[in-house]
């Protein structure tokens, strides 16, 4: 890809979903000279989006589409977006004066197969961190409940009228758990990715990022620790962890902070939405055993499958909402035909209530 365009600005794309841990790493990692890493560009997501646009727009969100659909199927869509891409990349880093950008994004999760189109030569760095963790800090930094009022996890207790009453930025950090987690997950198998867990990083910050420098063909030499230093450049931005503000250093303190912070009905949420599975796949058997000694249950395969199919109906429910009538899942799933919303939203909601009352079945059995 790059050879179509000449020089291309060297882009490495720092994945991971909201409350993981990535503000950190990209701030640890732009220590080194070489190195820029903008608070949360979202560049990507808005190229892969183009066309698509608010249904309230003046000029008829429908039309807008059309046009810009008939227009870009006549080019190659994929070398126009990098070469945007690229010119937006390399003014920015011709402005910090610096030769590697990392485009620290959390939702590029839910674009990945557009990424590797645009990109398939630039180097990923995966970051992962305790499910059980990311959901304290969403309870704890945004708010985002995990149980209703009658003590049951969240998922049990009218899950489909609760998705389409609550703010769509509530379900959808639970939707980052239960579809970005394992699409994530899934990822680390492709060349060029380096893989890091949270814990390992903030136990041994220094080696970490000596190691993903490395990766990265910088001279691990050039930083002498990992230090928290300045983060000024995020007082002047809305996106990134605020915290990152407060820190004087590197800790551990939030490794294990969810313990006390999700009470038993809470982590049972956690558990049923990421599966006792894919926790042991990331090498949180630890985590997980911890959890069911305090009374968690694992409900089976079956159960996280149907969450994880109420969420993918809602996101194309939201999808419609919001003016994208046809095309891809924004959540990077194929939309097959049985769950093809565009056509007939008020069918699909019917079907998000029919698999709703079918979990709660299943989990009223157990």
């Not at 199927?73 to 977006?81: C, L, P, Q, V, Y």
């Amino acid at each position: 890809m790059s050879g179509r365009f000449g020089r291309s600005p060297a882009v490495c794309f720092l994945l991971g979903i909201p409350r993981s841990g990535t503000t950190l790493l990209a701030h640890l990692l732009q220590h080194h000279p070489d190195i820029v890493a903008p608070p949360e560009p979202w560049l990507m997501l808005a190229l892969e989006a183009f066309g698509r646009v608010d249904q309230r727009h003046p000029a008829g969100s429908s039309l807008i589409k059309a046009a810009t659909s008939e227009f870009l199927g006549r080019i190659d869509r994929t070398i126009a977006s990098r070469a945007y891409a690229d010119a937006a990349y390399d003014q920015y880093l011709a402005d910090a004066g610096k030769r590697i950008i990392i485009d620290k994004t959390p939702r590029y999760w839910t674009v990945l197969e557009f990424l590797e189109s645009v990109y398939p030569e630039a180097p990923h760095i995966l970051l992962m961190r305790n499910p059980y963790a990311i959901a304290a800090s969403l309870k704890s930094t945004w708010g985002i409940p995990l149980r209703t009022e009658n003590q049951h996890s969240v998922s049990v207790s009218s899950l489909a009228d609760l998705m389409l009453r609550l703010p769509d930025v509530i379900i959808t950090s639970l939707a980052d758990l239960v579809l970005g987690l394992p699409k994530l997950a899934a990822h680390r198998s492709r060349p060029q990715t380096q893989f890091v867990q949270y814990e390992l990083l903030v136990a041994h910050p220094d080696e970490e990022i000596r190691r993903l420098l490395k990766g990265l063909g910088c001279d691990p030499a050039s930083v002498a620790s990992a230090g928290m230093r300045q983060a000024d450049y995020l007082r002047s931005s809305s996106f990134g962890d605020r915290k990152i503000l407060e820190r004087n250093a590197v800790d551990e303190s939030s490794v294990k902070s969810w313990q006390s912070q999700l009470s038993v009905e809470e982590m049972q949420t956690v558990t049923d939405l990421v599966g006792a599975e894919l926790l042991l796949e990331l090498g949180y058997e630890q985590e997980l055993l911890r959890a069911q000694k305090a009374g968690v249950l694992d409900r089976g395969a079956e159960v996280t499958e149907l969450y994880r199919r109420i969420f993918r109906t809602w996101w194309d429910v939201r999808s419609t909402k919001a003016g994208a009538l046809s095309g891809p899942s924004h959540a990077g799933e194929p939309v097959h035909t049985a769950w093809n919303v565009s056509e007939n939203r008020d069918a699909a909601i019917e079907m998000l209530r029919g698999e709703v009352a079918r979990l709660e079945q299943i989990l009223n059995n157990a």
